[in-house]
């Protein structure tokens, strides 16, 4: 894509993250690098030893007397309220008072003068709990009758029952997918330190600032303008950061008022990962029916999650699930169904994608099941049901209007060669053999929103100083995804200055309040259409400036690179500054954004919930060994949309790392508790990531750069941070190929996920007749 001649760093150009070089070199401070003052305690969590039953005694007088620690605290120290739901259920303790709800449930907290101090005391601690009966699982849930945590939601258009009875064929079946752990490199992290009066600093590594600042003001029973939350920068958070950090900043904010210290908390990766919760595992109840041209007539399915023991995100994340069960396809009757299911786990949240991989993944499967039951190559079915005129409208009666899926895929399936490459595939299995191999290419089309319409809502602050220097803060947060790098940019292109001249600061509630989280893929699209709202009230007041003091009409003012044309005199950018600043003119402007044209009514399953659709479509292949079920990912090529980027090398890598990250969800990470719910995969060493070598042979990724977004976003661009993640289904899909070929693909080989190489073992026996 072209760059604006002249400014360096201006949008829809290749410009390097504004921290890369500080991380390779280490220079990037995280939460834990700031300085700690004189006399700062620490933290440590201590964890309940079962997953449910009554709280009957904690004696933690042995934990007051190790040494080095200061003191504890439990629900009795809270001051305010004990309640930390986002949602506002009032269903999520900081501490439990009376009953434990799942294994890991922190159940005090330990306060101390080193880290190693606090989490060796909180060993010490007698805890007696009367066991009660425990739900880890869907089907134990199910089964003991368990509730659902919050409202279920029903999808339907048109008359599913005489639709599918209608059908010349129906398939019911089930699957199973299973959750993920976030992984960030930088765990939760919390440091809180006191101020006058009732005034408390809480540095965090969150994703929503806003949401900490109400979590720990209710906790310690002040307003909120009493609470600062700072954000320099995350090491990663995926959505496990916009909930499970309010836990670590309450307690340390509750110590930091306690003691009037200095308090951090940072768990070590087991207890991170055993107390926080992760991507829901779901159940998916399907029956489809179909003609026999493949095209789809009704669909009725039902989506059962594992949402832990308190609703969390689990209402919005099972409604987009529904949102995404359709994917890319035309249903013509459709009846989706949620089940957020409460079970005796840790709570469970927001994920990147936040539900949709899970419906999305549903679809993808019924396309597998058609073609398989009608011996065609799953792409022709894919086509026949993709969305197009006559057959636009969504399952939540929110019509396409974007459609760019079947150019998209057509474009792809020319690139890389499809056709000549399913050939050779099917050739290759033909001859038999140990290895048999797999192909598939998977669409994307992916809402872009938040759901819940009162987030679609953003600030920016922006200050030009009189000596030209730009100084910007808004209310996202840099993750590692270069949020902060698009919303510069944009500040750059807006008055036409290099990118240089930009300073961007940490996320603070002191300078933009009330905030969205950073989340939904919405970063860019939210804060840099207030960013350059600010920007746009700054340059109206120059060239206000300008054409009085020059004697011109204001339609002869323009910016141009470093410069302002006034008529025709050229004056430099920050010398117009200075003369406006002698001039007293107002430099400063607060910018804000709310998204236009969404609405939507639960309660009737209708509206307009997203503002538009991002796409992509993605061709994988894959070789499976037979005898063992091991396999690799041999190649991959990718076309996505983002619309007119806004900086196609940030972009790039936002597509490579969710592709890689969803094929993590899909193939090689497994969530396991026992019996008792104890989680069992609680570090590297029992959970696995996606590694170096995981990586696709050949990988061949490309931006759609004739694709321009036709809503007024920011600069025509699309979001980027969830989309990529669900091309990786096409992984999957290619497994299910190769498994099913070792039966003449006759049968669907109904892959769970994660598609470890045990499950694609047991699947191959199962089609062999050798299970």
């Known amino acids: 894509m072209k760059t604006d001649v002249g400014i360096t760093g201006a949008v829809h150009g290749h410009v390097a993250h504004d921290s890369a070089e500080k991380h390779v070199t280490g220079r990037a401070d995280y939460t834990d690098d700031i300085p700690e003052p004189v006399g700062t305690l620490h933290g440590y969590l201590g964890l309940a030893p079962c997953a449910h039953g009554r709280l009957t005694g904690l004696d933690l007088s042995a934990v007051v007397a190790a040494p080095g620690v200061v003191g504890v605290l439990t629900a009795a120290d809270i001051p305010g309220l004990n309640d930390?739901?986002?949602?506002?259920?009032?269903?999520?303790?900081v501490f439990p008072e009376a009953l434990v709800e799942f294994h890991g449930q922190p159940i005090f907290a330990v306060i101390a003068e080193t880290r190693d101090a606090a989490r060796r005391a909180a060993e010490l601690a007698r805890v007696e709990i009367e066991p009660l009966p425990a739900?880890?699982?869907?089907?134990?849930a199910l089964a003991a009758g368990y509730p659902d945590v919050t409202a279920p939601l029903v999808l339907e258009r048109g008359d599913v029952g005489p639709a599918l009875a209608a059908a010349t064929h129906?398939?019911?079946a089930r699957m199973t997918v299973g959750g993920q752990d976030h992984m960030y490199l930088e765990g939760q992290i919390a440091f809180a330190i006191p101020g006058e009066d009732d005034e408390v600093t809480v540095h965090a590594s969150t994703q929503h600032p806003t949401e900490v600042q109400q979590m720990v003001a209710q906790v310690l029973g002040v307003p909120a303008n009493a609470v600062v939350v700072n954000?320099?920068?995350?090491g990663g958070g995926f959505g496990g950061k916009e909930t499970q950090m309010n836990l670590f900043c309450v307690v340390a904010a509750l110590a930091a008022k306690r003691w009037n210290q200095a308090v951090k908390i940072r768990p070590d990766r087991d207890q991170d990962m055993i107390a926080t919760g992760k991507r829901h595992d779901v159940v998916v109840d399907y029956e489809v029916g179909f003609g026999a041209d493949g095209v789809i007539h009704a669909v009725d399915a039902t989506v059962t999650a594992r949402c832990g023991f308190s609703a969390d995100l689990s209402g919005p994340v099972t409604d987009r699930a529904l949102f995404h069960a359709d994917n890319a396809y035309f249903y013509q009757a459709v009846r989706l169904r949620s089940r957020p299911l409460k079970t005796n786990t840790v709570s469970n949240t927001a994920f990147r994608g936040f539900g949709g991989p899970q419906g999305m993944i549903a679809a993808e499967r019924m396309i597998e099941e058609i073609a398989c039951a009608l011996g065609r190559d799953p792409l022709e079915i894919r086509r026949a049901n993709f969305y197009r005129e006559g057959r636009d409208l969504t399952p939540y009666h929110q019509?396409?209007?974007?459609?760019?899926?079947?150019?998209?895929?057509?474009?792809?399936?020319?690139?890389?060669?499809?056709?000549?490459?399913?050939?050779?595939?099917?050739?290759h299995n033909a001859r038999g053999g140990i290895i048999a191999k797999g192909i598939a290419l998977t669409p994307v089309k992916f809402g872009i929103s938040f759901t819940a319409t009162h987030y679609n809502q953003a600030g920016a602050l922006v200050h030009v100083y009189k000596d030209g220097s730009i100084h910007l803060n808004h209310g996202g947060t840099e993750m590692g995804q270069g949020l902060n790098t698009k919303v510069a940019q944009v500040v750059a292109d807006a008055f036409q200055v290099d990118i240089e001249r930009v300073r961007i600061t940490k996320t603070t509630t002191e300078k933009v309040p009330n905030t969205s989280a950073t989340a939904a893929s919405s970063g860019s699209d939210l804060n840099g259409m207030a960013a350059l709202d600010a920007c746009e009230q700054i340059k109206a007041r120059l060239v206000a400036f300008a054409a009085e003091s020059r004697g011109v009409a204001p339609e002869d003012v323009r910016f141009a690179p470093n410069e302002v044309r006034i008529g025709a005199e050229p004056v430099p950018f920050d010398r117009l500054v200075h003369e406006a600043y002698m001039a007293r003119v107002h430099l400063s402007a607060a910018g804000f954004y709310k998204t236009p044209k969404i609405h939507w009514d639960r309660a009737t399953g209708r509206g307009h919930p997203f503002y538009y659709?991002?796409?992509?479509?993605?061709?994988?292949?894959?070789?499976?060994?037979t005898l063992t079920g091991e396999y690799r990912v041999d190649r991959v090529d990718i076309l996505h949309d983002v619309g007119r980027s806004l900086n196609p090398a940030l972009?790039?890598?936002?597509?490579e790392g969710g592709f890689v990250q969803g094929m993590g969800w899909l193939t090689t990470e497994e969530l396991w508790w026992d019996e008792e719910g104890r989680l069992r995969t609680h570090a590297p060493s029992t959970y696995k990531i996606p590694l170096a070598s995981d990586i696709p042979r050949i990988f061949n990724v490309r931006l759609a750069d004739w694709s321009e977004n036709r809503e007024m976003t920011i600069k025509r661009s699309k979001a980027v941070g969830e989309p990529?993640?669900?091309?990786?289904?096409?992984?999957l899909e290619a497994l299910s190929m190769a498994v099913a070929s070792v039966a003449d693909y006759r049968e669907c080989p109904r892959l769970d996920a994660p598609a470890t190489p045990e499950r694609v073992l047991m699947a191959i026996a199962r089609l062999t007749g050798e299970a």
Do not use: W
Request: aromatic share 6%; proline share 4%; net charge negative.
């Open 231 to 234: 954000v320099r920068r995350m």
């Open 84 to 93: 930390i739901s986002p949602t506002g259920c009032r269903d999520e303790p």
């Open 170 to 172: 129906r398939i019911r």
């Open 724 to 731: 990529p993640f669900m091309l990786a289904i096409s992984v």
């Open 651 to 655: 972009d790039l890598g936002q597509v």
């Open 613 to 625: 659709f991002a796409y992509g479509a993605a061709c994988s292949e894959v070789s499976v060994d």
């Open 135 to 140: 739900a880890i699982g869907i089907e134990a």
């Open 399 to 427: 019509r396409v209007e974007d459609n760019i899926v079947g150019r998209l895929v057509d474009e792809l399936e020319a690139s890389a060669d499809y056709a000549a490459r399913r050939a050779a595939v099917l050739e």
